[in-house]
């Protein structure tokens, strides 16, 4: 990690770098827009930022999910979206949010965390696939990109079922 790198909660003031970070890291308007819309209504959510030199380079949000017909882990929370400027990006950033969201989601007392995205890249913090706990996303489809990480042994505790994002985090944009 960059030793001028800085991971920081998020303010209110960080928002429009927030914003344009996510336009220029994500191909579609979807994940700024669904950010956007989920500081206004979820509680309780992560929302972290990476500086370097004064500058907002990335973030990380978390939201809850529950997980439907859970015998267990009835804390789950889901990593996503991150997202780090382009012209930033192989320098750490990525890594060190995703360190200190999934710090920040134990401190919460929070027991699982769920993420959608590309396995190469989440299995080095942790994360397995989530089918293999016969755990599922919505989507049966999107399977092979889900994956969870206990923030403790036995966090899972048996748990399985489909695991649904706040409501939110599915409307179309
Ligand atoms: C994915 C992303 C957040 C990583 O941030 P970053 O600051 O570049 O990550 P780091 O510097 O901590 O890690 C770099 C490593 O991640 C790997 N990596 C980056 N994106 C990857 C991807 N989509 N799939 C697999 N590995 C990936 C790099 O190859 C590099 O690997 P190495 O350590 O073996 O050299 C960033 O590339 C990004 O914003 N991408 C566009 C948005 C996105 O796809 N977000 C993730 C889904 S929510």
């Known amino acids: 990690?960059?030793?001028?790198?800085?991971?920081?909660?998020?303010?209110?003031?960080?928002?429009?770098?927030i914003l344009a970070l996510l336009h220029e890291a994500f191909e579609t308007p979807h994940e700024a827009q669904t950010v956007a819309r989920m500081w206004q209504v979820t509680f309780p959510s992560i929302s972290l930022v990476a500086e370097e030199a004064g500058e907002?380079?990335?973030?990380?949000?978390?939201?809850?999910?529950?997980?439907e017909g859970a015998n267990g882990a009835e804390r789950a929370m889901a990593l996503g979206?991150?997202?780090?400027l382009p012209g930033c990006q192989g320098r750490g950033a990525g890594s060190a949010l995703v360190r200190a969201g999934l710090?920040?989601?134990?401190?919460?007392?929070?027991?699982?965390?769920?993420?959608l995205g590309p396995p190469r890249y989440y299995k080095r913090?942790?994360?397995?696939?989530?089918?293999?706990?016969?755990?599922?996303?919505?989507?049966?489809?999107?399977?092979?990109?889900f994956m969870v990480r206990e923030l403790h042994p036995?966090?899972?505790?048996?748990?399985?079922?489909?695991?649904?994002?706040?409501?939110?985090l599915d409307r179309s944009a």
């Open 154 to 168: 036995g966090g899972l505790r048996g748990a399985s079922g489909t695991v649904r994002y706040y409501e939110e």
């Open 81 to 84: 979206p991150l997202g780090v």
């Open 103 to 115: 710090a920040a989601c134990e401190r919460l007392g929070e027991e699982v965390v769920f993420v």
């Open 1 to 17: 990690m960059s030793p001028n790198l800085t991971i920081r909660p998020a303010q209110p003031e960080d928002y429009p770098a």
């Open 125 to 145: 913090f942790g994360f397995e696939p989530a089918s293999r706990y016969r755990l599922h996303y919505e989507d049966r489809n999107m399977d092979p990109f």
């Open 56 to 67: 907002v380079v990335g973030h990380i949000f978390f939201t809850p999910v529950t997980i």
